[in-house]
């Protein structure tokens, strides 16, 4: 009899850590920087400062927008530091806009595994509301790469220029589908992010 009670303890412990154990693991995520801009937005492609960004202690990594960091440039509080980064095996895209005096944290959050759905760029313009607009369609696929399941666009004059050249705010618009369906599609003004992100949600629940 206390055998066999013994027996049915022993059972349930170990099924208990079974149930436990088969919870989703957090998968364990890599940043890496893809891009950094820092200036003014006159300055264009003159902007990218991906050479001058290290991380050496490894990632998560601070990204201070002080212009003493980026050899030859003005201190002028309009700069923008923009960075933008990558998380493996996620496949997400990131990215920060800040401004002078202030840093990008560059870092993978955690957390559980949603459906991974593909984000493909339908088109993307970029411009004044009411004035003139450019396709920037592949500078965006460009940002967003293939296979991607998140993608933070930051929209800025550093990388889609001014059309206008006009200093009036310039706003991106992006339409895009998560495996191969049509989205709402995302817009931000200019100096934010446009968070293209395919979770529904039933994959928050």
Do not use: H
Request: glycine share 8%.
């Amino acid at each position: 009899m206390v055998l066999g009670r013994l027996l049915f303890a022993a059972a349930l412990f170990i099924g208990t850590a079974v149930a436990c154990n088969s919870a989703p693991k957090v998968p364990v995520s890599t940043a890496a920087l893809q891009k950094a801009y820092w200036g003014l937005p006159t300055e264009g492609p003159a902007a990218d400062v991906t050479s001058q960004v290290t991380c050496p202690n490894g990632y998560p990594c601070d990204v201070f927008a002080n212009a003493a960091n980026y050899a030859g440039s003005k201190s002028d509080l309009n700069n923008r530091l923009t960075v933008i980064w990558t998380c493996r095996p996620q496949n997400f895209v990131l990215s920060e806009v800040v401004a002078s005096g202030l840093k990008v944290r560059m870092d993978c959050i955690g957390g559980l595994p949603l459906v991974p759905r593909r984000i493909d760029i339908l088109e993307a313009s970029w411009g004044a509301p009411n004035g003139q607009t450019v396709d920037v369609t592949q500078s965006v696929r460009d940002i967003c790469g293939t296979g991607s399941s998140r993608c933070q666009v930051p929209a800025i004059a550093q990388i889609f220029g001014r059309p206008d050249r006009i200093a009036t705010v310039k706003t991106l618009r992006i339409r895009y589908t998560c495996n191969g369906q049509t989205t709402p599609g995302q817009q931000a003004v200019e100096n934010s992010v446009a968070d293209l992100r395919c979770e529904r949600g039933a994959d928050l629940n």
